[in-house]
């Protein structure tokens, strides 16, 4: 009923910069909060950066100051502007969305199926 779809993943050198987005569709009546997760290989899921529909926003202190949550309430889309990558920041990126469905009447949480950012040294 509900998909997310994340993009914008690759290989980047340190000091690089990388855009993410992710976009919600199917039987969609209204999207909460959105926000970015992060898992590193061996860790575990972690918060990047949340952003409410009124737009505020949340970040992990590692990504304060480099990365940028926004989003497009009329495109159901959220992105993440990440600047001055660093090799720590390798981790596959997932997106989540609370929603509430058409004819639904509850929130509930999706999410993405994510997407690799790989920063080399």
Do not use: H
């Not at 058409?102 to 949480?109: A, Q």
């Amino acid at each position: 009923q509900v998909q997310l779809v994340e993009s914008g993943g690759g290989l980047v050198q340190a000091g690089g910069s990388l855009r993410l987005s992710c976009v919600a569709s199917g039987r969609i009546f209204s999207i909460n909060r959105m926000g970015w997760y992060r898992q590193a290989p061996g860790k575990q899921r972690e918060l990047v950066a949340i952003i409410t529909r009124g737009g505020s926003t949340n970040y992990a202190d590692s990504v304060k100051g480099r990365f940028t949550v926004s989003r497009d309430n009329a495109k159901n889309t959220v992105y993440l502007q990440m600047n001055s990558l660093e090799p720590e920041d390798t981790a596959v990126y997932y997106c989540n969305a609370e929603l509430q469905t058409t004819g639904g009447d509850r929130l509930y949480l999706y999410w993405g199926q994510g997407t690799q950012v790989t920063v080399s040294s």
